[in-house]
């Protein structure tokens, strides 16, 4: 079961973040500026290699960092919570992507809401 994901199309760097209780955090990230000029972050759980809290956990704040990092406005700031294969026969342990809607105030993002997206979708959004 690999556990410690590699750099790869949906991950080139990575990106560290104030998990619970300020522990030191990461998480992979993936930024791409669309045709559109919209901004498409994916932030993708490394497992191990991540010392703290994973993203779902604080993917409202996590968001609203990456959005300030980018520059991106919100009406022009997209986010994909990314959780990669770890090559289970279990099917909760397979890849999933998942688009998540924010409330917006203030420059800071709340109330998340997760829409599960194929991975044909995300790739169609990356290059839209």
Known sequence: MDTNPALNRYMDRYFDYPGHWDSPSKCGLKLATR???????????????????????????????VMKASGAAYVNFIFIEHTPDLGSKLTFYGETFDQVDFDHQDGILSNPVWTRLSREQ??????E
């Open 35 to 65: 045709k559109d000029g919209k901004i498409l972050a994916i932030a993708t759980e490394i497992y191990r290699q991540n010392p703290g809290t994973p993203v779902t956990e604080v993917v409202a704040s996590l968001a609203t960092r």
């Open 122 to 127: 995300v790739d169609q959004m990356m290059e």
